[in-house]
């Protein structure tokens, strides 16, 4: 049984409850990965890193922080091949583009101008229904302060702001983002509201508890109901190639951040889906759901599956 059912578990259960038990049941390796899931990572890295103090001086060296991609990408491409995990190289991987995806990020005012609260620390939480506590943990990737006047493109900022330019008497807000590296968005009202990612961050910056000193003790409480969750698609820094009837050339494809609000009702209210969904984690019922959805050929575990599918 898993005690913690952490964010990435839930994640891996609606792709597939197969993948879950040989990953988190079992704890196997997977036989191998792709350059798309280490460019991504190495990705998060630099977003991490950016923000480190003694980096301030860095801001507008784009050469600097491309390089650090770059490093970072073989450094995490070779520790998975020293695990004997092969790497699939991906045809349509396009390094260039993550570098101008960094260039996009260092150029957002929004970003260089954020205040950093936490980054990538994790928290743990509990939900309980009668005897029964259901145990939950998730990494956040950013908390951030950021001043309102660098927000002042997304309608949800513009609609709380008062004439002094001011929210609830602050010239900031605190927004929560989970940093994408992905083509696929989430952009409707109830998509945002039902994100599983958001709704796990929300539920323990709030409630949880986390490690912020990294020691392992979750003892820390935020209680923080930030002005703002947000879905941050990098790719949106990617410039259209051509001018289109909406976009010029040159122009980013998107807005990047895309913002939704999560207030005592909505916590409450998701509670019951969380709960289902540790159930779900815990139910021993380890399908392969995979083909369905058309991911067995991306799947790191799949010559284990096939091995054990025609040897029961």
């Known amino acids: 049984m898993i005690e913690y059912v952490h964010k990435s578990q839930i994640a891996t259960i609606k ?8 990953k988190d049941i079992m704890k196997l390796q997977e036989g191998f990965t792709n350059e798309t899931g280490i460019a991504g990572s190495a990705f998060h890295k630099f977003a991490e890193e950016i923000y480190r103090s003694d980096k301030k001086d860095k801001w507008d060296d784009w050469q ?20 004997d995990i092969e790497v699939n190289t991906v045809d349509d991987l396009k390094s260039e583009e993550y570098l101008e995806m960094i260039v996009g990020f260092l150029k957002q005012p929004y ?23 259901y145990k939950f943990e998730s990494t ?12 002042m493109d997304f309608w949800m900022v513009r609609n709380a702001v008062d004439k002094d330019m001011l929210i609830n008497g602050k010239p900031y807000v605190y927004i929560h983002r989970d940093v994408k590296t992905g083509a696929f968005k989430v952009m409707s009202e109830i998509g945002l509201l039902t994100n599983d990612d958001l709704n796990i961050y929300a539920y323990g910056l ?47 494809k998107g807005p990047g951040m895309f913002l939704v609000k999560k207030d005592l009702s909505d916590l ?35 010559k284990i599956c096939i091995h054990d599918w025609k040897n029961p």
Not at 15 to 22: A, D, H, I
Not at 117 to 131: A, Y
Not at 269 to 284: C, D, P, R, T
């Open 111 to 133: 970003n260089r101008f954020a205040e950093p609260i936490i980054l990538e620390k994790t928290c743990r939480f509990e939900i309980k229904r009668g005897k029964k506590v």
């Open 15 to 22: 792709k597939c409850s197969r993948q879950l038990y040989y």
């Open 206 to 252: 709030a409630h949880g508890k986390f490690d912020l000193k990294g020691t392992g003790k979750f003892d820390q409480k935020v209680q923080l109901i930030p002005f703002a969750h947000a879905l941050y698609y990098t790719r949106d820094h990617l410039k259209y190639k051509r001018d289109t009837e909406k976009k010029k050339k040159g122009d980013d």
């Open 268 to 302: 409450k209210n998701m509670e019951e889906e969380l709960i289902n969904l540790h159930i779900k984690v815990n139910s021993g019922n380890y399908t392969r759901d995979g083909a369905s959805n058309n991911l067995c050929d991306q799947c790191g575990w799949r």
């Open 64 to 83: 600097y922080w491309t390089k650090y991609w770059i490093r970072n990408f073989q450094k995490l491409k070779e520790e998975k091949l020293e695990q």
């Open 140 to 151: 956040l990737d950013q908390l951030l302060r950021i001043p309102i006047k660098y927000l």
